[in-house]
């Protein structure tokens, strides 16, 4: 089974601190992105990464930065968290979109169980 | 604009009811159409992934259907259970494989 882990199910910043949400993943898929989840509102898509070192904007990328070092890693950093940065945030990983698993062609994506952040 | 809307916002069922959820989208180009459910403060887990030519896909007690004459799909429930009680979004992966939420439906099955 794939499995996508966030180190934090909760967590609690004040304003301006520098906030890092941790996402791994160990199926060896290349795509990861990071989404979050409000209320009344899809998933919205913050930043996700093709490849290691690589990065694209998704949606809503204003306030926030990624970094992918490894591969099974994909990190959202908040530089300096806001009260309307207060969210659900869901980290997510798919296969490439021509890559297969076990000769099946896999569009799936899998989340991770989230991390509600709250900024006070 | 590029826009999935699912009908209803919430839904309130007794056990062992059958519901529909429906899901309307407005995405072009179209790759396929995804349902997910979401327990409360989990990710979102998938029922069913279907492509343009597939019309129908079932995973136990759910049913999908897609008409992409009308961009129209539907989630039926049979015989719900009380697991059942979550938010059901619908997906669609347009061009470039992005994806496109629903705001979900949040389900509410009472004993």
């Known amino acids: 089974d794939v499995k996508v882990t966030q180190s934090s199910r909760y967590l609690v910043k004040r304003t301006g601190e520098k906030v890092f949400l941790e996402c791994v993943q160990d199926?060896?898929?290349?795509?990861m992105f990071w989404y979050r989840q409000d209320p009344g509102l899809g998933l919205r898509l913050i930043y996700f990464s093709y490849d290691v070192k690589m990065k694209e904007k998704g949606d809503i990328p204003e306030g926030y930065s990624v970094s992918r070092e490894k591969k099974e890693r994909f990190s959202l950093i908040l530089e300096s968290a806001s009260t309307n940065q207060t969210s659900m945030y869901l980290c997510?990983?798919?296969?490439?979109?021509?890559?297969?698993?076990?000769?099946?062609?896999?569009?799936?994506?899998?989340f991770g169980s989230g991390t509600r952040l709250t900024v006070v | 604009k590029n826009q999935v809307e699912q009908s209803p916002q919430s839904l309130i069922i007794l056990e062992g009811k059958n519901c529909t959820l429906q899901?309307?989208?407005?995405?072009?180009?179209?790759?396929?159409l995804r349902w997910y459910k979401q327990d409360t403060g989990r990710g979102p887990v998938s029922l069913t992934i279907m492509t343009f030519s597939e019309n129908t896909k079932s995973n136990g007690r759910y049913t999908a259907t897609l008409d992409a004459d009308t961009k129209q799909s539907s989630l039926h429930i049979t015989a719900s259970q009380l697991s059942d009680s979550a938010s059901y979004i619908c997906v669609v992966e347009g061009g470039y494989n992005k994806l496109i939420f629903g705001a979900g439906t949040r389900l509410a099955v009472h004993p």
């Open positions: 997510a990983s798919s296969l490439g979109r021509f890559q297969t698993s076990r000769g099946h062609r896999d569009y799936g994506y899998t």
């Open positions: 199926m060896d898929h290349e795509n």
């Open positions: 899901c309307n989208y407005t995405v072009s180009p179209f790759s396929n």
